[in-house]
């Protein structure tokens, strides 16, 4: 049985092709056709399981969005001195990058 995997953007992929959900496409009216009659299936998307790297690439991202919480012209609250120290001491703080729990 041939097996279609779902994507993280909501297309199937088989066998190195793509395949996107448009109505208009041959690829995927063959898809649905497979499916229906039973000799094909989709799996769901499973994510990759996290990285560090991964963790640490949005962690720098949470941190340049709240920069402006620091900037020379205003006083940080302790909430907010508080939450850029918990992303920044995240790496030190979990063992794994599955156990993370964002601030």
């Known amino acids: 049985m041939k097996q279609y995997q779902l994507t993280k953007g909501g297309s199937y992929q088989i066998d190195n092709m793509s395949i996107p959900p448009d109505p208009d496409n041959t690829d995927y009216a063959r898809l649905l ?4 009659a039973g000799t094909a299936e989709i799996a769901e998307y499973v994510p990759p399981p996290p990285t560090w790297d991964g963790v640490r690439a949005e962690r720098n991202a949470k941190l340049v969005a709240s920069d402006w919480m620091a900037t020379q012209d205003r006083t940080m609250t302790q909430a907010e001195k508080a939450y850029r120290q918990a992303l920044r001491d995240i790496p030190q703080t979990f063992g794994s990058p599955a156990e993370v ?3």
């Open 33 to 36: 056709t497979e499916v229906a």
């Open 101 to 103: 729990v964002w601030p």
